[in-house]
């Protein structure tokens, strides 16, 4: 389980985990890997997340994703949408960071 970002509702994100969980047992999923112990988890193969709210939202909003199974199209396409948005808005803005490292190259 991956923990949720801080501004996540609590309730939400548990009942959403659970969700999960009860499909997963519905499906009789197997467990595909071991849970991680101490630090042999590092040594083990692991599906890659998303690496930005891009990937994960895309993830999210493919045909068939267990969010759609989980949560229901409604939910995951208005979710999604608002994801979308959000990017949009990321990637037009400009850091700090950037104004400090590339404002010599202008």
Same mark, same amino acid.
């Given at each position: 389980?991956?923990?949720?970002?801080a501004d996540a509702?609590?309730?939400?994100?548990?009942?959403?985990?659970?969700a999960c969980g009860?499909?997963?047992?519905r499906r009789r999923?197997?467990?595909?890997?071991?849970?991680?112990? #101490?630090?042999?988890?590092? *040594? +083990?193969?692991?599906?890659? %997340?998303? $690496?930005?709210?891009?990937?994960?939202?895309?993830?999210?909003?493919?045909?068939?994703?267990?969010?759609?199974?989980?949560?229901?199209?409604?939910?995951?396409?208005?979710?999604?949408?608002?994801?979308?948005?959000?990017? #949009?808005?990321?990637?037009? *803005? +400009?850091?700090?960071?950037? %104004?400090? $490292?590339?404002?010599?190259?202008?």
């Open positions: 389980i991956r923990v949720p970002g509702n609590p309730y939400l994100a548990v009942a959403a985990i659970l009860l499909e997963g047992v999923l197997p467990l595909r890997l071991a849970p991680a112990a #101490g630090d042999d988890g590092a *040594a +083990v193969p692991r599906r890659r %997340l998303a $690496r930005d709210l891009r990937e994960a939202y895309e993830e999210m909003a493919a045909e068939g994703s267990f969010a759609r199974t989980v949560l229901g199209d409604a939910f995951v396409e208005h979710f999604v949408g608002t994801r979308r948005h959000e990017w #949009g808005l990321w990637s037009r *803005a +400009v850091t700090t960071w950037e %104004l400090s $490292r590339y404002i010599e190259v202008v």
